[in-house]
């Protein structure tokens, strides 16, 4: 695992995008080709701890020559190519590491990191999500550069709720940066860029509605009606404000916040979520036939938007239409299969249906999977994302 020290250069070379720093491109020096494999290591090693950067490389090389499969060298020397922004020989430094070991979190994370600054921004995003199943350790830095760097990429690639939970978990760890704050930004008002690629006539809404989300997160509730008043009067025509805002105010103020989403729609005819949002509101309220047109829309516009096609499976079962539900619905499962709500769903239609066995397998799922979500409860912010899972206090018919 890296070390504070190692972790602090990775900060550094991120925030400041220093110039390359040559190192020696070499075969490795004849001197160190006379010495054992063990020695080569332990001079490797000193040279490190010395500051001896170019010793070090030349006799890392010289040993990872005279043994290949050496995981620790590999991953001493393309750490070293990180801190002196060699990011293409870093990345395929750490493949190789990742060959060595597959189940090593943090190279994963630098491999990542590397593509990030070459711009190879899909397989950034697979590997970084692959570092944080596997793990990266526990510096708080590390987690930071690593959990920031996939929320902006999972933005990018239009993954807004992924994102909005990383950032949001920054907001409530404390982590109120202009940085932060721009990344939320971006998130809540759905924008599939970058923060270096941000147009500047976006730069002032994105941190108008990265703050007002900050406050929302932080529950300061005054500071955060100000500043959704601030974004709404001063950008009442940009795509996402008011759904954002209809997000923020759904908690306790449904009607408003249905206001807010049909003014959305007024400006933004094909926004999905927000049809997700009332067809959702609609039905709480006993509202099935009001909330139908919305959710078919929503799932026609976006059929892999697991949420619209659980609605519409559930205003089918609700209609009597159970072939329907069930084929709404056990889309909505491929498309998410942790999500309870379709589970619940389903196992309702698989009953109505006969299909017993079925029913029982998706009624044992929604538990684990309810257990689960709320154990995760507390934590999640659906401020401008999809609505909060729905299910009912009691277990599926």
Excluded at 321 to 342: F, M, W, Y
Aim: aromatic share 8%; glycine share 8%.
């Amino acid at each position: 695992m890296a070390s504070l020290a190692l972790i602090l250069c990775v900060l550094s070379a991120l925030a400041a995008g220093a110039g390359q720093t040559a190192l020696p491109m070499s075969a490795p020096a004849a001197a160190a080709q006379v010495d054992d494999f063990d020695t080569l290591r332990r001079r490797a090693d000193e040279a490190r701890a010395a500051g001896r950067v170019h010793e070090a490389v030349e006799l890392y090389r010289a040993a990872i020559a005279m043994q290949p499969s050496w995981a620790e060298g590999h991953w001493s020397l393309g750490t070293i190519y990180y801190d002196a922004d060699r990011h293409r020989e870093c990345r395929d430094t750490f493949a190789t590491v990742i060959r060595l070991e597959p189940e090593h979190g943090a190279a994963w994370a630098f491999r990542g990191l590397c593509e990030f600054k070459l711009t190879e921004f899909a397989p950034a995003l697979e590997h970084l999500t692959r570092a944080n199943d596997l793990g990266v350790g526990d510096d708080p830095s590390f987690l930071a550069v690593v959990g920031y760097h996939r929320a902006i990429l999972l933005a990018r690639f239009g993954q807004f709720e992924l994102a909005l939970d990383l950032n949001a978990g920054f907001i409530r760890g404390g982590n109120t940066t202009s940085t932060v704050i721009e990344a939320l930004g971006i998130t809540l008002l759905r924008l599939p860029v970058l923060p270096s690629e941000v147009p500047p006539e976006k730069r002032e809404i994105v941190e108008l509605a990265g703050g007002a989300g900050a406050f929302a997160i932080g529950m300061m509730r005054d500071a955060a009606e100000q500043a959704f008043g601030r974004l709404v009067s001063k950008y009442p025509d940009e795509s996402n404000v008011h759904y954002v805002f209809g997000t923020y105010l759904m908690g306790d103020r449904p009607a408003e916040a249905l206001e807010q989403f049909t003014m959305e729609l007024q400006r933004s005819p094909q926004h999905v979520p927000a049809r997700v949002q009332i067809a959702q509101e609609l039905i709480k309220q006993g509202e099935f036939e009001r909330a139908s047109p919305y959710a078919t829309e929503a799932a026609r516009l976006a059929p892999k938007n697991f949420m619209a096609r659980r609605i519409v499976g559930q205003l089918k079962l609700q209609a009597g239409d159970t072939s329907g539900a069930i084929a709404h619905l056990e889309a909505a499962r491929a498309l998410e299969p942790t999500s309870p709500s379709v589970r619940y769903h389903l196992a309702r239609a698989y009953q109505r249906a006969g299909r017993s066995d079925e029913a029982k397998r998706e009624r044992v799922e929604f538990s684990r999977l309810e257990a689960l979500q709320q154990r995760k409860r507390g934590g999640a912010s659906t401020l401008g994302g999809q609505p909060a899972e729905e299910t009912r206090p009691e277990r599926p018919d």
